[in-house]
């Protein structure tokens, strides 16, 4: 069965970076790309970017851009996000999830809480 | 200020019948296909419609979607209490080249 597995919650102090991993099992990793959400507290869903699992390619929304660096481990099945920079309002609950047709995806990690404060 | 506008909240009886609205433009929900996600409290989203009017396996056919132009309509028949959640939906904006959503719509079954 698919699984994406996240790593666990952190606590960053503004200015800092954090690093989220999504581990994927059941499916090729290399036949999907891999998209980014993030949810603030009491807030909707917000698209941070994506990432092809088969050549890297990258596209950030427009808001991230500068500040985020996505990449893929083939060997590891594995993607990662980095977000630089932090500020108080980068504390959130951070998901990946397979990207399929259309822009929607059937299968979520079980989130990462990111909390940013001094 | 996301991109696409719901209803900040719905509510309904057991039983009845509700529907939950997402509005947008020419350049996400016009020209492309929307998707439905429900989220219970303190858990991931759990796709519920794609395509506009898809369901995904498992998905029971009390829940529904629709569209036209550019606005787009979740219906939830036979409310349960298990369907308190909040109810985000989604599409591809051509122009902003990216994922967007809207707000959420917190569901509360009385």
């Known amino acids: 069965q698919v699984q994406l597995v996240q790593s666990g919650a952190e606590v960053k102090k503004p200015g800092a970076s954090v690093k989220v991993s999504c581990k994927a099992s059941?499916?090729?990793?290399?036949?999907?790309?891999t998209s980014w959400m993030r949810q603030a507290p009491g807030q909707g869903l917000e698209w941070v970017g994506w990432?092809?699992?088969?050549?890297?390619?990258?596209n950030y929304a427009q808001k991230f851009q500068g500040r985020v660096t996505m990449t893929t481990d083939t060997s590891t099945s594995t993607a990662s996000m980095e977000l630089r920079s932090l500020r108080s309002d980068d504390t959130a609950v951070y998901y990946c999830?397979?990207?399929?047709?259309?822009?929607?995806?059937?299968?979520w990690g079980q989130g990462t809480l990111v909390t940013v404060s001094s | 200020q996301s991109v696409l506008t719901q209803p900040p909240s719905v509510s309904a009886a057991p039983g009845q019948k509700v529907t939950i609205s997402c509005s947008g433009s020419?350049?996400?929900?016009?020209?492309?296909?929307v998707s439905w996600y429900q989220q219970l409290p303190g858990t991931a989203p759990k796709l519920l419609i794609y395509?506009?009017?898809k369901r995904p396996s498992g998905i029971p056919d009390r829940f529904s979607g629709s569209k036209s132009g550019t606005s787009v309509t979740l219906g939830i028949t036979g409310l349960q209490t298990g369907d308190e959640a909040d109810y985000h939906c989604?599409?591809?904006?051509?122009?902003?080249?990216?994922?967007?959503f809207g707000g959420g719509t917190k569901l509360t079954v009385l």
């Open positions: 999830a397979r990207d399929d047709s259309s822009a929607h995806s059937v299968y």
């Open positions: 059941g499916y090729i990793f290399t036949s999907y790309g």
């Open positions: 990432i092809s699992g088969y050549n890297g390619n990258t």
């Open positions: 020419s350049s996400n929900i016009g020209n492309n296909y």
């Open positions: 395509d506009n009017d």
């Open positions: 989604g599409t591809w904006d051509s122009s902003l080249n990216a994922r967007v």
